[in-house]
């Protein structure tokens, strides 16, 4: 029975207020931040200035999702501006192992991402290779979006095979999380769990938060 972690992101925050939102999830595992190209999913957020100033002033460490082209050449950076955790797409990356080796040499966890059409089985052999694999809950590229229940078979899979070889890897979700679906993940497999508007658009966050952990935790018991 692994923990469970909860990583707000921030694609559901206050943009103008960041610091005073990074204040609020200091209850949270890891702030999930979502850096999109325009290229790879149709949607422009931000790059390494912004996120520098995030790790500046974030009360928790920062899990960084590269939904980009190019992964190669991007990647390291963030890994160097000192994020734990740095998650690319196996959809855009030309090596993935390379790349995930690359990144553990600089210092951060080493992710990757697969959206929701893309198939888990060509991972299996290279489980080892990675810190964390994020089956993606909806279509990269917007916040807000209703979570799939289709892929909840593909977690189950990989999670099964994750215990079969006795992998350490931890699995992500990523779209759509909120105290009705996590309990499903949860029960697929998955042992972190990005949630946006459930996080940040709650009264309070930090209460937000421990609602998820715990329904999480009490539905990874009956996974």
């Known amino acids: 029975m692994s923990a469970v972690r909860i990583n707000p992101s921030i694609l559901a925050a206050d943009f103008a207020n960041m610091q005073a939102e990074l204040a609020r999830i200091a209850g949270a595992d890891f702030v999930h ?67 995930a080796r690359r990144l553990r040499a600089i210092g951060a966890r080493a992710g990757i991402a697969v959206k929701p059409a893309t198939p888990i089985e060509g991972l299996f052999d290279v489980l080892d290779e990675f810190d964390q694999i994020l089956v993606m809950t909806v279509e990269p590229g917007f916040g807000g979006q209703s979570f799939m229940p289709e892929t909840m078979p593909k977690l189950r899979l990989l999670s099964d095979e994750a215990r079969r070889r006795g992998s350490a890897v931890w699995l992500q979700v990523d779209g759509g999380i909120s105290e009705s679906t996590i309990a499903q993940a949860a029960e697929a497999g998955a042992d972190t769990f990005v949630a946006g508007s459930a996080v940040f658009g709650a009264a309070d966050p930090d209460t937000a938060i421990s609602a998820l952990r715990t329904t999480a935790a009490r539905h990874r018991h009956a996974h």
Request: charged share 20%; net charge negative.
């Open 33 to 99: 931040v979502d850096i999109m190209d325009n290229h790879f999913v149709p949607n422009l957020t931000f790059g390494p200035q912004m996120v520098a100033r995030i790790q500046d002033t974030s009360p928790v460490p920062l899990d960084v999702h590269l939904m980009i082209d190019q992964p190669e050449r991007w990647a390291p950076e963030y890994a160097e501006l000192g994020a734990a955790s740095v998650t690319f797409h196996l959809e855009a990356a030309t090596d993935p192992v390379a790349l």
